[in-house]
């Protein structure tokens, strides 16, 4: 996909990669990058954030004019701190309980005897 986005073949941007290591990577830091932006966003809608909207109007002129600017608390989302909390705090937040185990739902019996023992 980057190679057609930056009109070469795959062939030629593999060469590139193995003979350049600024391009190698360059190309290879793009999914880091972007891993850290949804971080990001995925963080600050877990504990919330003000948001400022600026609402304009056209005026009789034909011009656009501010008419207000509103704040706005957007609240935390419960389900963006389950997510996060499950992905950086993994074994404390995978949503078993201590008594639980891995058996696959399987109940061992004793063995039964004939004469019930």
């Known amino acids: 996909m980057i190679a057609e986005k930056i009109g070469v073949t795959e062939k030629t941007l593999l060469m590139w990669c193995s003979k350049y290591p600024e391009i190698n990577e360059a190309v290879h830091s793009g999914g880091d990058m972007a891993d850290r932006l949804v971080e990001k966003a995925l963080f600050k809608r877990a504990v919330g954030y003000t948001q400022t909207e600026r609402v304009s109007q056209l005026s009789k002129e034909g011009e656009m004019e501010l008419v207000k600017v509103v704040e706005k608390e957007v ?3 419960t389900t963006a701190q389950i997510f996060w909390l499950k992905n950086r705090c993994g074994y404390e937040w995978d949503g078993k309980t201590e008594d639980e185990d891995d058996e696959g ?5 004793p063995e039964v005897t004939k004469n019930g023992g």
Do not use: N
């Open 75 to 77: 609240m935390p989302s």
């Open 105 to 109: 739902g399987v109940i061992m019996l």
